[in-house]
């Protein structure tokens, strides 16, 4: 089945505690992204990866680090959380030229 | 820069249209629209290129006035199924190829 695969779903944690959120796609996409959700907001751009090596920041990349090793995987790393970064996020991917994003099922994120 | 959307929210009944209006201050390439139901991921819904095309999904369909970077979405004869949150995706033309910039997001809600 095409998916896009985000670990984990929920995660609660404190204050400079360093964390990864993995994404794994199985669609050979070359496009992957990643945002994060706000109220009133919407869905901001954190960074995005259009091929793997090739990676550039989105609309609010600060407090977040990601890496393109492999096709299928765009994993997203805070190094030192901060409450402010409290949010539901979501990873997507996409062929170069297609329209269609598909999203993983989002990871809820809690810093205390 | 994110596009804008409006309204922020609307509640609708059964049967009753609505129109979610997206605008940008930026030339756009293509205007995508998505649903996300509560505590799902955005889903695909269509996506409308550069030239005025209009598009349609079910009783869902969209229009994109290029000339005022605007694009709108229509729901006629609303349904239960279509409560959920709308977001417009952005695509530059100085930024072509490059993943989406959301809007804010629109809430629908439909009752019975």
């Known amino acids: 089945e095409a998916q896009v695969t985000q670990n984990p779903r929920y995660l609660i944690t404190v204050t400079g505690k360093k964390l990864t959120v993995t994404c794994s796609q199985n669609m050979n996409h070359e496009y992957m992204s990643w945002y994060r959700q706000d109220p009133g907001l919407g869905l901001r751009q954190i960074y995005y990866?259009?091929?793997?090596?090739?990676?550039d920041k989105g609309d609010v990349p600060e407090g977040y680090k990601v890496s393109r090793k492999e096709k299928r995987n765009f994993p997203l790393i805070l190094e030192s959380p901060s409450p402010n970064q409290t949010s539901l996020y979501f990873c997507?991917?996409?062929?170069?030229?297609?329209?269609?994003?598909?999203f993983g099922q989002g990871t809820r994120l809690t810093v205390v | 820069q994110q596009p804008v959307q409006s309204p922020q929210a609307v509640i609708l009944r059964e049967g009753e249209d609505a129109v979610i209006n997206c605008s940008s201050s930026k030339a756009l390439y293509s205007v995508h629209w998505y649903r996300q139901k509560h505590g799902e991921a955005p889903v695909f819904l269509m996506i409308l290129l550069k030239g005025g095309e209009q598009k349609g999904h079910e009783k869902i369909s969209a229009s994109f006035n290029e000339k005022k970077q605007q694009s709108s979405l229509y729901l006629t004869a609303s349904q239960l199924s279509y409560s959920g949150t709308y977001f417009c995706?952005?695509?530059?033309?100085?930024?072509?190829?490059?993943?989406?910039?959301f809007g804010g997001g629109t809430r629908l809600m439909v009752k019975p």
């Open positions: 995706g952005t695509e530059e033309e100085s930024n072509a190829g490059n993943m989406l910039t």
């Open positions: 997507a991917s996409s062929f170069r030229g297609r329209p269609e994003a598909f």
């Open positions: 990866s259009m091929n793997v090596e090739v990676t």
